[in-house]
T-cell receptor, first 116, second 109 residues
Framework: GAVVSQHPSWVICKSGTSVKIECRSL??????MFWYRQFPKQSLMLMAT?????????EQGVEKDKFLINHASLTLSTLTVTSAHPEDSSFYIC????????????FGAGTRLSVL | EDKVVQSPLSLVVHEGDTVTLNCSYE??????LLWYKQEKKAPTFLFML????IEKKSGRLSSILDKKELFSILNITATQTGDSAVYLC?????????FGTGTRLKVLA
């Protein structure tokens, strides 16, 4: 099946710093990538949808300037949490879909962000 | 407002039991319904359903969609401890995916 690699798996940072999370589709071209946030024992909350080469579409309530998303190529999207604060601590998961398997999302392994 | 509701929230069974997980939805511009299994980290894809009444099967897992009544079920027969996970249901709209809160299944040996 399609493989999505997410890096890093876990990051601990100080409050006020920025953190970049990478999401790569390894064996397919991801026309669309999605970024989710998941709180303990809760479902995935969609943060934004990004299409290669265009600006990301953010969900209501998600701060664009805080969560910067770049989808520079068909295999790479990045999420940068700017000026991170403890309340940003969470599990962030990316997923990718391609035209070859329309409608199906393939997920990365997730990144656990801990902001001290 | 679009929503996906899963039930039960949590379920504990013994190995060998059969379980049925439910997912109901209210979604505009519905395209498909997807089931995922989430263990420790990322969800893994199980099924995508687009047509009513057509059962999809994979080993001991099967799923069916009812587009008239707006729900889907996921069946797991002869459960094993390795089936313990959170099962997520999601719907795909025109540009949006909505996930339910999941059903946490624990299978006891």
């Amino acid at each position: 099946g399609a493989v999505v690699s997410q890096h890093p798996s876990w990051v601990i940072c100080k409050s006020g710093t920025s953190v970049k999370i990478e999401c790569r589709s390894l064996d397919f071209q991801a026309t669309t990538m999605f970024w989710y946030r998941q709180f303990p024992k809760q479902s995935l909350m969609l943060m934004a949808t990004s299409n290669e080469g265009s600006k990301a579409t953010y969900e209501q309530g998600v701060e664009k300037d805080k969560f910067l998303i770049n989808h520079a190529s068909l295999t790479l999207s990045t999420l940068t949490v700017t000026s991170a604060h403890p309340e940003d601590s969470s599990f962030y998961i990316c997923s990718a879909s391609s035209v070859l398997a329309e409608g199906v999302q393939y997920f990365g392994a997730g990144t656990r962000l801990s902001v001290l | 407002e679009d929503k996906v509701v899963q039930s039960p929230l949590s379920l504990v069974v013994h190995e060998g039991d059969t379980v049925t997980l439910n997912c109901s939805y209210e979604v505009t511009n519905f395209r498909s319904l997807l089931w995922y299994k989430q263990e420790k980290k990322a969800p893994t894809f199980l099924f995508m359903l687009t047509s009513s009444g057509i059962e999809k099967k994979s080993g001991r897992l099967s799923s069916i969609l009812d587009k008239k009544e707006l729900f889907s079920i996921l069946n797991i027969t002869a459960t094993q401890t390795g089936d313990s996970a959170v099962y997520l249901c999601a719907t795909s709209g025109t540009y949006k995916y909505i996930f339910g809160t999941g059903t946490r299944l624990k299978v006891l040996a």
